[in-house]
């Protein structure tokens, strides 16, 4: 079974440039999230989708971000205009939605790394 | 809000030597604890974890105890391979309307020679 996987791997932009990542999930799996890791910080939570309804976007730090997930398989994370703190690598994760507890098991992609010069 | 400490790295270590690696946190409730693994070029995974207090949490020989009374949830591992060398991330998550949502710690790496 594929795991999560996303696109591109690497990019490279100007400020003030768009740029939009994509996630696709396991299949089957309806909670999806975002996240980010600034250079050798922690690894922040963005947003968290079940299904196609944005559950909790607490952690969307601006308006320059817009996340959908259109009939609740993919996912985008665009951002425009990209500045230079958006570098870092994002993550995308996804669980199943299973009853009976808070926490499922998260299964991660590999991460796009974004640099904004 | 919720946090999690990690001890900073990085960690250099013989091969067969004892590895450990603080983590504390902070939370409301009780959260379940968790340590992923990140391996070169790879996604994060899911090494181990612990939903409630005293459960010690283990997976390819590294082990972590949930402490409620120190809030900790500190990795050991009693003998390190060179396999093992990869960035290492507490996470704890809250639940109730962080449903989902983990909470990391800024990451260890650990670097084990030969």
């Known amino acids: 079974e594929a795991g999560v996987t996303q696109f591109p791997s690497h990019s490279v932009i100007e400020k003030g440039q768009t740029v939009t990542l994509r996630c696709d999930p396991i299949?089957?799996?309806?909670?999806l999230y975002w996240y980010r890791r600034v250079m050798g910080k922690e690894i922040k939570f963005l947003l968290h989708?079940?299904?196609?309804?944005?559950?909790?976007e607490s952690g969307m730090p601006n308006n320059r971000f817009l996340a959908e997930r259109t009939g609740g398989t993919y996912s985008t994370l665009k951002v425009q205009p990209a500045e230079l703190e958006d570098s870092g690598v994002y993550f995308c994760a996804s669980s199943q939605l299973l009853r009976g507890g808070p926490y499922n098991e998260q299964f991660f992609g590999p991460g796009t790394r974004l640099t904004v010069l | 809000g919720d946090s999690v400490t990690q001890m900073e790295g990085p960690v250099t270590l013989s091969e067969e030597a004892f590895l450990t690696i603080n983590c504390t946190y902070t939370?409301?409730?009780?959260?379940?604890l968790f340590w992923y693994v990140q391996y070169p070029g790879e996604g994060l995974q899911l090494l181990l974890k612990a939903t409630k207090a005293d459960d010690k949490g283990s997976n390819k020989g590294f082990e972590a105890t949930y402490r409620k009374e120190t809030t900790s949830f500190h990795l050991e591992k009693g003998s390190v391979q060179v396999s093992d060398s990869a960035v290492y991330f507490c996470a704890l998550c809250a639940g109730g309307t962080s449903y989902g949502k983990l909470t990391f710690g800024q990451g260890t790496i650990l670097t084990v020679h030969p």
């Open positions: 939370a409301t409730g009780y959260p379940s």
């Open positions: 989708f079940v299904k196609e309804s944005k559950q909790d």
């Open positions: 299949s089957g799996h309806d909670n």
